[in-house]
């Protein structure tokens, strides 16, 4: 449904986004995670068709978004980050001019415009200025106004921006439930979010795709090391050498000690079960081991170290 | 149908500001203060002509009264449209709302064709309320009408024009100030220019009192339509509107 080639733009002579190249099925819920600043607004803009790239192609639906620009703009529904409104609009107003725009033929623009209302919950404030209403409703107005034209593609640039945490999950439901209905593209930059919601993930840092998977691939992928946390009562550098000499330890991070003992997370290879050499070594040189547990790798950890590996490249 | 879309809303958010109303009423305050100056020198001339048959007959209320007037009411237009204008393009820069329309499928020309039609209804509105003075001068005399007409032809060329170019400086900034300054000052300045043109002389001079809105205007005023003004106001509309595009087209590339 989208496909992506090596899209880049430059500010400038600052590339905001290099060489990004991915698809996304249809039907298909992709979450694009990166930092602030990473290229995501830039690479959704770019697809919504509100900017060219510097160079590169892309294809909703099978349209150019730069030869058939007008094509693809009748398939997709876009939010940009700063939800813009017309404030002086009532919110029916708002999605009738919206719906008129996007061609929606007369006769069903008002029966379009009840149902988006009816499913973004807003039916109950369509007759009051957007600008009165509050950033929840007026995000979901947003959502609304995407809808409207009853698009294939959905673009959303970081949609729970903003909100409470009743009108995030409020959100994310609604954009769970567009799954296998419209492909759908959204942005952010809150991990759990990503895994919630999506089906893919699309990393982007510094404007260079860093990696493409789903959740728990992208889980399983990583954890080549497996990761253990110890508590120890000692003298820290010398535990710290200590453990690092087990056979099998890859690396040793020294974590913020908890009353007074040192905490350590230990790394390892994945398939063996260091476990009991570790005590054993704690416990061979005479010190108190308090804890020991395995940690699993997280999201968030994924999304760190995948960013600073691509940092090191 | 993306056009008409536009339209109704542009057409919507102008009649909802008090901009509209102000503008509407400021100018139709000192065009009635002018309607009145005029008519009454023309009265006191018209006297004094009727008891010193010296001066003789063939005073004309179009030379008299309306040619001026429309004069006036052109620079007072000049000074009024760029109010009109600022918000058009500059208001949804400011609050982001260009980068969801330019997402829309609708043309860029078929957006700004939009707007523009909305402003143009609204100067016409505007213009159309001045018509109590003819109207009042024809219950009172008998002036000839299709002067009165050329007049108006040319305020509504004149004005479009003005809209034009305001549009256009809207498109170049997201300062609703810095547009409507940007627009005052050039149409200021074509209006002017035509007093360089008789300093300059030879070809120079013809060709900036060709330029001038102040000169193309005068025929106008008079109550005679020549082609070649109609053209030139023609042109001057066609011109900044496709200078417009442009300038959105190129906003679209440094977004």
Do not use: C, F, H, W
């Given at each position: 449904m989208i496909e992506v080639e090596g899209l880049t733009k430059f500010y400038g002579p600052k590339a905001a986004i290099e060489e990004v190249s991915f698809q996304v099925a249809k039907g298909e819920v992709v979450g694009f995670l990166g930092p602030n600043g990473a290229g995501k607004t830039t690479t959704m803009r770019i697809l919504a068709c509100f900017m060219p790239p510097t160079s590169g192609t892309a294809r909703l639906a099978g349209f150019d978004?730069?030869?058939q620009s007008l094509e693809v703009r009748r398939r997709i529904g876009y939010l940009p980050e700063?939800?813009?409104?017309?404030?002086?609009?009532t919110v029916r107003q708002y999605l009738t001019f919206a719906a008129e725009a996007k061609g929606v033929p007369r006769p069903e623009r008002s029966g379009r415009v009840a149902g988006v209302m009816e499913r973004c919950l807003i039916a109950d404030v369509q007759e009051r200025l957007i600008r009165n209403l509050s950033k929840g409703y007026q995000q979901r107005v947003g959502l609304a106004q995407a809808l409207v034209g009853n698009p294939e593609v959905l673009i959303l640039d970081?949609?729970?921006?903003?909100?409470?945490p009743k009108q995030i999950i409020e959100i994310r439901s609604l954009i769970r439930e567009m799954r296998g209905e419209r492909t759908v593209i959204l942005s952010t930059h809150i991990l759990p979010e990503v895994s919630m919601v999506c089906q893919r993930v699309i990393i982007i840092n510094d404007g260079r795709l860093v990696a493409v998977d789903t959740p728990e691939n992208l889980n399983l992928r990583l954890q080549k090391s497996s990761r253990i946390l110890l508590e120890v009562e000692g003298p820290a550098e010398e535990v710290q050498r200590t453990l690092a000499g087990v056979?099998?330890?890859?690396a040793v991070a020294p974590q913020e000690p908890r009353n007074g003992r040192w905490r350590f997370l230990v790394e390892t290879e994945?398939?063996?079960?260091l476990r009991k050499d570790l005590a054993r070594a704690v416990a061979n040189s005479g010190w108190g081991l308090t804890e020991l547990r395995p940690v699993d790798l997280t999201l968030e950890d994924i999304f760190i170290r995948l960013v600073t590996r691509e940092e090191e490249a | 149908m993306g056009t008409l879309a536009i339209f109704k809303k542009e057409l919507r958010a102008i009649f909802a500001s008090p901009v509209a109303y102000v503008v509407m009423a400021v100018f139709l305050a000192l065009s009635g203060y002018f309607f009145w100056g005029f008519l009454a020198r023309f009265t006191f001339y018209s006297i004094q002509a009727s008891m010193n048959p010296?001066?003789?007959?063939?005073?004309?209320i179009m030379e008299f009264v309306l040619g001026p007037l429309f004069h006036n009411m052109s620079i007072i237009m000049l000074l009024m449209m760029p109010l009109f204008t600022m918000r058009l393009l500059a208001e949804e820069r400011k609050t982001g709302t260009m980068e969801l329309l330019l997402t829309y499928p609708v043309r860029d020309g078929a957006i700004l064709l939009g707007k523009f039609l909305a402003v143009v209804v609204l100067f016409l509105c505007m213009l159309a309320l001045t018509a109590i003075y003819p109207i009042l001068l024809m219950a009172w005399s008998s002036p000839e009408p299709l002067p009165i007409l050329a007049g108006y032809l040319g305020l509504v060329l004149v004005g479009t024009a003005f809209l034009s170019l305001g549009l256009f400086t809207s498109a170049l900034t997201e300062n609703q100030i810095v547009a409507a300054s940007l627009a005052f000052g050039a149409l200021l300045f074509i209006w002017v220019i035509g007093w360089s043109a008789d300093l300059a002389g030879g070809t120079v001079g013809k060709v900036l009192g060709h330029l001038s809105f102040l000169n193309h205007f005068e025929a106008f005023a008079r109550g005679v339509v020549d082609t070649k003004d109609l053209i030139y106001y023609f042109n001057v509309t066609a011109l900044f509107l496709f200078l417009t595009l442009k300038a959105v087209e190129a906003r679209r590339w440094r977004a």
């Open positions: 978004i730069g030869k700063s939800v813009p409104l017309y404030g002086d609009m970081e949609p729970t921006l903003g909100l409470d056979q099998g330890v890859l994945r398939e063996k079960d | 010296a001066i003789g007959g063939g005073l004309n």
